[in-house]
């Protein structure tokens, strides 16, 4: 079965970098885009960014382009999101997640989730 598994969270004050990395296993990862989402207590899960399967194509909501970085290594089956210049406003869950469409930002187009790793940005 398929699973992706977050990793890297934690505090960091604000103006720190984090890099979260998510690890796929039981899908053919080269053929699905990935994608960043998070989600605070209360509110629905957001788009944060996305890469296309052979990583030669990104696209990034408005409130972290030119902070953070999405990239993938296909020969890992790994994609990381590298966060730069954090503000306590990035405090989320985060989520990675998997789709066979060729780049989406829409939650509910994306088939495969993983369970979520935690940062907190403290100001």
């Known amino acids: 079965q398929v699973q992706l598994v977050e990793s890297g969270g934690g ?6 970098s ?3 990395s998510c690890a ?3 899908l053919t990862f ?3 885009a990935m994608a960043w989402f998070r989600q605070v207590p209360g509110k629905e ?3 944060v960014a996305t890469i296309r399967g052979r990583g030669d194509n990104t696209y990034y909501d ?3 382009k030119g902070r953070f970085t999405i990239s993938r290594d ?3 089956n790994t994609v990381y999101l590298q966060m730069n210049s954090l503000r306590p406003e990035d405090t ?7 789709t066979a469409r060729l780049i989406a930002t829409w939650e509910k187009e994306y088939n495969y989730w993983g369970q979520g790793t935690q940062v907190t940005v403290s100001s």
């Open 74 to 76: 296909n020969a890992k």
């Open 45 to 47: 899960r957001e788009f």
């Open 24 to 26: 796929a296993s039981g």
């Open 92 to 98: 989320a869950v985060y989520y990675c997640a998997a």
């Open 11 to 16: 505090l960091v004050q604000a103006g720190g």
């Open 30 to 32: 080269s053929n699905y």
């Open 62 to 64: 408005a409130s972290v």
């Open 18 to 20: 984090l890099r979260l």
